[in-house]
């Protein structure tokens, strides 16, 4: 079985996605005790009697990135498993971490390498050599030319376009329909075109303590 943990929209498009996938379904956790179910699956408050580490599986269903990287540092749950839409593309070359959400429409191409618990969120592009960090959101259409490597927890924006062979930081936000034409520091809010630097993230300091 897998679980979820999350009960909120981007939880929907993950059990749509495991279910496509033909994958047994445990249910969902919340720390929000009103829900009751989510399509159909219950959502429980605390983890279940029934879950077995040794047969049993989580994915975090939560769209945050800080939140997502939280839970695997506070959180004692395991293993981690993959939910990958049947629709998307992924070379054979390609790896993809564990904990990873992979929507529909999606392209990675060959030597990619994406990190655990990433969203490649529906319809985005990663091409040949890219290296994608951990807990990173990679959103709807966006483009990642070969070559590109994105640091730890940073979100590319939807539709955003990345050219060949750029570094962006750990934990940086590339907003939507921004063209990165030259490399992002770490924590750097980055918007336009070509893509400047906006600001920089106020959460520097409280990541540090993760």
């Given at each position: 079985?897998?679980?979820?943990?999350?009960?909120?929209?981007?939880?929907?498009?993950?059990?749509?996605?495991?279910?496509?996938?033909?994958?047994?379904?445990?249910?969902?956790?919340?720390?929000?005790?009103?829900?009751?179910?989510?399509?159909?699956?219950?959502?429980?408050?605390?983890?279940?009697?029934?879950?077995?580490?040794?047969?049993?599986s989580?994915?975090?269903?939560?769209?945050?990135?800080?939140?997502?990287?939280e839970?695997?540092?506070?959180?004692?749950?395991?293993?981690?498993?993959?939910a990958?839409?049947?629709?998307?593309?992924?070379?054979?070359?390609?790896?993809?971490?564990?904990?990873?959400?992979?929507?529909?429409?999606?392209?990675?191409?060959?030597?990619?390498?994406?990190?655990?618990?990433?969203?490649?969120?529906?319809?985005?592009?990663?091409?040949?050599?890219?290296?994608?960090?951990?807990?990173?959101?990679?959103?709807?259409?966006?483009?990642l030319?070969?070559?590109?490597?994105?640091?730890?927890?940073?979100?590319?924006?939807?539709?955003?376009?990345?050219?060949?062979?750029?570094?962006?930081?750990?934990?940086?936000?590339?907003?939507?329909?921004?063209?990165?034409?030259?490399?992002?520091?770490?924590?750097?809010?980055v918007?336009?075109?070509?893509?400047?630097?906006?600001?920089?993230n106020?959460?520097?300091?409280?990541?540090?303590?993760?």
């Amino acid at each position: 079985m897998i679980y979820l943990y999350g009960a909120s929209g981007h939880a929907k498009v993950i059990l749509e996605i495991l279910e496509l996938q033909q994958k047994a379904i445990g249910g969902l956790l919340d720390c929000n005790t009103e829900i009751g179910t989510l399509q159909g699956y219950d959502v429980h408050f605390d983890l279940v009697q029934s879950y077995d580490p040794q047969l049993d599986s989580f994915l975090i269903a939560i769209g945050d990135n800080r939140i997502r990287k939280e839970i695997v540092a506070h959180c004692v749950f395991g293993p981690y498993s993959q939910a990958i839409h049947p629709f998307s593309v992924l070379s054979k070359s390609a790896l993809i971490g564990v904990g990873t959400v992979v929507m529909a429409g999606v392209v990675v191409n060959s030597d990619a390498r994406i990190g655990q618990h990433v969203i490649l969120n529906t319809n985005c592009s990663v091409d040949h050599d890219c290296q994608v960090g951990d807990f990173v959101h990679i959103s709807p259409n966006a483009a990642l030319a070969g070559g590109v490597h994105v640091g730890e927890g940073s979100h590319i924006g939807i539709g955003a376009s990345v050219i060949p062979g750029i570094k962006i930081g750990k934990w940086t936000t590339i907003g939507a329909g921004t063209v990165v034409i030259r490399d992002v520091p770490d924590y750097a809010v980055v918007v336009g075109n070509p893509g400047t630097v906006l600001k920089y993230n106020f959460f520097k300091e409280d990541l540090n303590k993760i």
